[in-house]
């Protein structure tokens, strides 16, 4: 609870500061936040991202709520619910089978782990593999140095990331509210409005389109295929060198019989709707948070739930 007081505090000061442009996004609020940047401190600055993110805000102080990727939300008068891809209630994980199977990922323990700046409350669950997987992968987006030394692993999992969500159908709205949460839980750390833009941008373009041709997200995994979202009736179509053919049509997931939400549960509380921002995408952001600070938070569209295993 210290360290996490610590770091909020810290964020405050640190908002309107200017990341020089030969340092990384991860290495400069590394240092801003926790004052010395090595592995293990990255570690630490992810997981409090990415568990903002699933959880919705659970530091003091922040600037901006973050009702989390959890919570029922609304994106341009869509109604978004993410929690069922990770519950169990929906057939849509790729466990590598020609079809996609009920996978609980709140099996470690639910939000409870989370709070404590823990993924899990083990390191055999589903919740477990998920989560440190989203710091890993989080941490190559943002450009982490020291990532691959002791204290924080290099990402390892599936390189595609179209082969781990062909299974969830996902469109634009569910893509465009997860990725606000990452903008939201971004801006309520002191992440300057230039770099939140930055990875938005980023993750838009590869991620939150259609056809998307092979590309290398993860340098040591090479170019691969990286479209999340596949319903082309609401996803727009990759800007350069569509490639449609190599995926396959989007199919909405099934309900998991006899499914329920576990006691273990990391729902969010409260509805979070959306209001349309200006941006590239035509973007949404929770309208309790649209305008903290002077953030227009681009919604970064990664639809990465259950989610970069």
């Known amino acids: 609870m210290q360290l996490k007081n610590i770091i909020l505090a810290a964020a405050v000061t640190f908002v309107d500061a200017q990341r020089p442009k030969d340092q990384s996004i991860c290495d400069y609020y590394t240092t801003a ?3 010395t940047n ?23 102080p922040n600037h901006n709520a973050v009702p989390g990727i959890l919570a029922p939300g609304e994106i341009d008068g869509k109604k978004v619910n993410l ?8 057939a849509s994980t790729n466990t590598g089978g020609k079809m996609g199977e009920s996978v609980n990922f709140l099996d470690g323990g639910g939000a409870a782990p989370l709070k404590e700046n823990k993924p899990a409350n083990d390191n055999t669950s589903h919740q477990y593999f998920l989560l440190t ?3 890993e992968f989080f941490g190559s987006l943002t450009g982490c140095s020291m990532q691959g030394m002791a204290g924080f692993d290099a990402y390892n999992g599936q390189a595609s990331m179209a082969e781990v969500h062909k299974f969830m159908g996902l469109g634009k709205p569910e893509m465009d509210y997860f990725v606000t949460q990452v903008g939201l839980a971004a801006a309520s750390f002191g992440v300057a409005k230039d770099d ?18 092979p590309t290398t997200v993860v340098k040591a ?6 479209s999340i979202c596949i319903d082309q009736s609401t996803c ?37 709707s959306g209001t349309n921002m200006p941006s590239g995408t035509g973007s949404a952001v929770p309208t309790a948070a649209a305008a903290v600070n002077g953030y227009s938070v681009v919604a970064v569209a990664a639809g990465l739930a259950a989610f970069f295993v």
Do not use: R, W
């Open 33 to 35: 936040l926790l004052k």
């Open 38 to 60: 090595n592995a293990t401190n990255q570690a630490t600055l992810l997981t409090l991202l990415v568990n903002t993110v699933v959880i919705g805000n659970y530091t003091m």
């Open 83 to 90: 929690a069922p891809y990770f519950n169990g209630a929906l």
């Open 133 to 135: 997987h989203l710091y």
């Open 196 to 213: 939140i833009s930055a990875i938005a941008d980023s993750l838009n373009s590869v991620f939150n389109v259609a056809c998307g041709p």
């Open 221 to 226: 995994q090479g170019p691969q295929l990286q």
């Open 236 to 272: 727009p179509k990759a800007a350069e060198d569509p490639m449609c053919d190599m995926y396959p049509a989007a199919v909405k997931p099934g309900n998991a019989t006899g499914t329920m939400m576990p006691s273990g549960s990391m729902s969010a509380t409260g509805t979070a």
